[in-house]
């Protein structure tokens, strides 16, 4: 079966700092999709950044990066310039069908 | 883009009662949606998968008698929570995706489930 592993439970950042959050996953399939959501206290689930496994490149969206390397079975996110509405809750997820989250990393965001 | 609304945000019902909690796409057709369970603090667990038209997969451990889950069109799902007693109390969050997993997955806003 499929696991996604966050080994970090809280993690603080300096505004305007950069942080990176980790994440492992388990499978067996070689077709399958990679997520970051991000969950603010309103518990709405946000789409940070996503990797289809098949494509090399690392994925960016704006501020977001990610590191992507398939073969370690790892999917870090790196936060650039860290500003106080990143505080959340942030859930590594894997999908090759149905979704699967990881235990979640609270990002703090000190002024 | 894609907006999935679910209703109500919050209940609380009465144990013994059932509850209704409805999960509508409203810019796209659903094939598939999904429904989690998020105690407080913690991640969201899969409890079902359903397809339109089809019965729901349930996940290993999820009572298919105590949470029915209908999908009777491509825009609505909903999660009846059957004789709720004070357990079941949670938050409840949808998710629906129009086609494969390259089309990615839209949530709901979430239910807030306290029963008394």
């Known amino acids: 079966a499929q696991t996604v592993t966050q080994s970090q439970p809280e993690m603080s950042v300096q505004e305007a700092e950069t942080v990176t959050l980790s994440c492992t996953y388990d499978?067996?399939?070689?077709?399958?999709?990679l997520f970051w959501y991000k969950q603010p206290p309103s518990r709405q689930m946000i789409l940070v950044i996503r990797?289809?496994?098949?494509?090399?490149q690392n994925a960016t969206e704006n501020r977001f990066s990610v590191n992507f390397q398939k073969a370690a079975k790892s999917f870090s996110l790196k936060i650039s310039d860290s500003q106080l509405g990143d505080a959340a809750m942030y859930f590594c997820?894997?999908?090759?069908?149905?979704?699967?989250f990881g235990k979640g990393t609270r990002l703090h965001i000190l002024p | 883009g894609a907006v999935v609304s679910q209703h109500p945000s919050r209940v609380i019902c009465k144990s013994g009662t059932s509850v209704k909690i409805e999960c509508r796409s409203l810019?796209?057709?659903?094939?598939?949606m999904f429904w989690y369970r998020q105690f407080p603090k913690q991640s969201l667990m899969l409890m079902a998968t359903?397809?339109?038209?089809?019965?729901?997969?349930?996940e290993q451990g999820v009572e298919k008698d105590k949470f029915l889950i209908n999908h009777a069109s491509l825009t609505l799902s909903t999660l009846t929570v059957t004789s709720a007693h004070p357990e079941d109390s949670s938050f409840y969050i949808c998710?629906?995706?129009?086609?494969?997993?390259?089309?990615?997955?839209?949530f709901g806003s979430g239910t807030r489930l306290t029963v008394v």
């Open positions: 998710s629906a995706r129009k086609g494969t997993v390259l089309y990615g997955y839209t």
């Open positions: 499978t067996s399939e070689s077709d399958y999709y």
């Open positions: 990797q289809e496994a098949y494509k090399q």
């Open positions: 997820a894997y999908s090759d069908d149905k979704i699967i």
């Open positions: 810019d796209f057709q659903a094939t598939t």
């Open positions: 359903s397809n339109e038209g089809s019965k729901a997969t349930y």
